[in-house]
């Protein structure tokens, strides 16, 4: 067996058990399997003796009700087969949902790294695409294979019990049958894995694209863009025109090989017929009956395989995105109810990519209740500060403690439950203000976001807009200006009252009138706590009790403002530049 083929193995055993949490409703369909492969294989052999028995000794009244008996036959299979399609869609349904759920959980709690190199439109394709077509698995794949094998299996019985010379005919062809699904198997495999990773390919060039429609237009690349879309496209095409071609092959072989074996029965049962008077025309009839329905399900087999391919494929896909170990060690025991907000960083060293490091021996402390501003040219480490402080990414090197304690001590939840962070880019969902603002926390009322909204006066800014904090937001909050959701995001940070606050260069990008308002939040959501402020214009930090000045990954100056321009440093020269920016 390859390791492949252990790998499928494994995969259905993990889906039947996700399937198997209902036993009863999996038994029964089972249960119903075995009885429609009974009563099916059951007609042949009852028309069979109504040809030998009735028609030909012209017992009309027997006739009559044989037919009775074959309608209700019929009729209880058309239930069975009707209970059988809803109960397995029911458990494939039930598994997707708990795929779903297992899923979403495990992607919620990766750390940032791994968002940071796995595109958004994989993770669309494996949490919705992926996970759609593994319910194949058993609306088409594994439970009505089963199905299938046990109809085989019960024809087979039924013809060698009707007449066993014919029956080897016809079970000779079984191997070759066999033969020829299993190579469509392999063949189709790989043509089943290169389309679902053409699909991820698709799906994220879309989304990525969808999410920067506006870049592409500024710069006028839409036809730059169109051809790319019309190349992967085409890839995409190819791939499952690829799936089709297998396909369309395997059909009239396997119908060539059901005639073949028709025409030997019917040969060979007449001369054995005229000759030997060992065949008779029932049962001669029960086989031409038989061949079709033994050849169908091997046929649908050969189909069924091809969903249950491309249903593994998928499972193969999101198994392993469930099987990452891409969350961050969360062994710390410590939970606290309160922060004094005393932050230390000592010779904290780190980079995004080995051997590419981002900080440098950074070490500086903020007392609780301080304002510490960071400043520096893009990618000198500011924002990186900020990442390690929660804990999304964990350091090369170093300490960072709160309190005295190294932040990794902590419950990953506690401690991010004491830090609030506002961002230069705000991320509002398709939702309305309130719910932007709450996140979902039901311990959070109206009357808390209005009373907190209120106290750093943006509650007439709220109010002003349609239907108030009711107000439907569009998705990233695109139908707010910048500066108005900056100010949501001002009060979605102060309404949790945490002890420490991040600003992620806050007031950048804002028109004047915003950053009004967002000076006076930051005077009143940076009183009495923990505050680390990331500044581009250096004119909004002036009043920091600590500025820390940061080059290359290190912090090269720190003191307050007046100090850091006495120095006449690379604190001084980056206010003056800007000064007289600002001044032209």
């Known amino acids: 067996m390859s390791s492949r083929e252990r790998y499928n193995i494994q995969e259905i055993k993990r889906l039947l058990k996700l399937g198997l949490e209902n036993k009863r409703l999996f038994y029964l369909l089972m249960f119903i ?19 030998d028995e009735y028609i030909i000794p012209r017992r009309h009244d027997l006739l009559i009700r044989l037919a009775f008996i074959l309608g209700i036959l019929l009729l209880v299979e058309v ?67 089963l199905g299938d094998l046990l109809r085989i299996l019960f024809i087979a019985i039924t013809m060698f019990y009707t007449n066993w010379k014919l029956a080897l005919v016809v079970v000779f062809i079984l191997p070759l049958m066999t033969i020829i699904t299993s190579l469509f198997q392999k063949s189709i495999k790989r043509t089943f894995s290169e389309e679902r990773t053409q699909t991820a ?129 969360d062994t710390g025991v410590i939970a606290k109810e309160h922060l004094r907000g005393d932050i230390t960083f000592e010779d904290v060293h780190f980079s995004y990519v080995e051997g590419e490091p981002v900080l440098r021996g950074v070490s500086f402390e903020a007392q609780a209740g301080q304002t510490i501003a960071i400043v520096g040219a893009t990618g000198a480490g500011k924002s990186t500060i900020i990442n390690l402080l929660n804990r999304f990414y964990d350091i090369d090197s170093g300490k960072i403690c709160i309190d005295g304690t190294n932040i990794s001590d902590f419950q990953l939840n506690n401690l991010r439950s004491h830090i609030a962070v506002v961002l230069q880019d705000v991320f509002l969902f398709n939702d309305t203000i309130l ?25 007439d800014f709220i109010s002003a807009l349609p239907n108030g904090y009711d107000f439907v937001v569009s998705e990233r909050g695109g139908t707010l200006s910048v500066g108005q959701r900056q100010l949501i995001s001002f009060l979605r940070a102060y309404v949790f009252q945490p002890e420490v606050l991040v600003l992620d260069e806050a007031t950048s990008s804002i028109d004047i009138n915003s950053e009004r308002l967002i000076q006076k939040a930051t005077e009143k959501i940076t009183e009495n706590r923990t505050s680390i ?39 001084y020269r980056l206010y003056m530049a800007q000064f007289k920016e600002e001044s032209a």
């Open 33 to 51: 399997a075995v009885l429609l492969s009974a009563f099916s294989s059951i007609r042949p052999l009852l028309v069979g003796n109504a040809v």
């Open 79 to 145: 239930v069975l087969q009707y209970y059988f399609i809803l109960l397995s869609n029911i458990v494939a349904q039930d598994v997707i949902k708990k795929l779903r759920v297992n899923l979403f959980n495990k992607i919620i709690h990766y750390k940032l790294s791994f968002f940071d190199r796995t595109p958004n439109g994989t993770l669309v394709t494996r949490s919705v695409s992926d996970i759609e077509t593994v319910s194949q698995v058993f609306t088409d794949g594994v439970l009505v294979i």
């Open 201 to 329: 390919i698709f799906n994220s060039f879309v989304q990525e694209r969808l999410s920067g429609m506006k870049l592409i237009q500024v710069f006028n690349r839409q036809e730059s863009e169109f051809q790319k879309f019309q190349s992967i496209n085409s890839a995409l095409k190819k791939a499952y025109l690829a799936t089709v071609f297998y396909f369309s092959l395997l059909f009239p072989v396997v119908e060539l090989v059901a005639a073949v074996a028709l025409g030997l029965v019917i040969m060979l049962g007449g001369l054995s017929a005229f000759h030997y008077g060992d065949v008779t025309a029932g049962e001669l009839i029960a086989f031409i009956m038989f061949i079709p329905m033994l050849v169908r399900p091997i046929r649908q087999m050969a189909e069924r395989f091809n969903n249950l391919q491309r249903g593994l494929v998928s499972s193969e896909r999101v198994f392993k995105m469930m099987d990452l170990n891409e969350t961050l060690p």
């Open 435 to 459: 719910n932007n603002i709450t996140l979902g926390d039901k311990n959070l009322t109206r009357e808390d976001v209005i009373q907190a909204a209120k106290e750093i006066e943006i509650h």
């Open 533 to 571: 402020i990331i500044a581009h214009r250096l004119a909004t930090i002036r009043s920091a009790d600590k500025i820390l000045v940061m080059q290359q990954g290190q912090v090269i100056e720190s003191g307050d403002h007046q100090s850091l321009l006495d120095k006449r440093g690379y604190y």
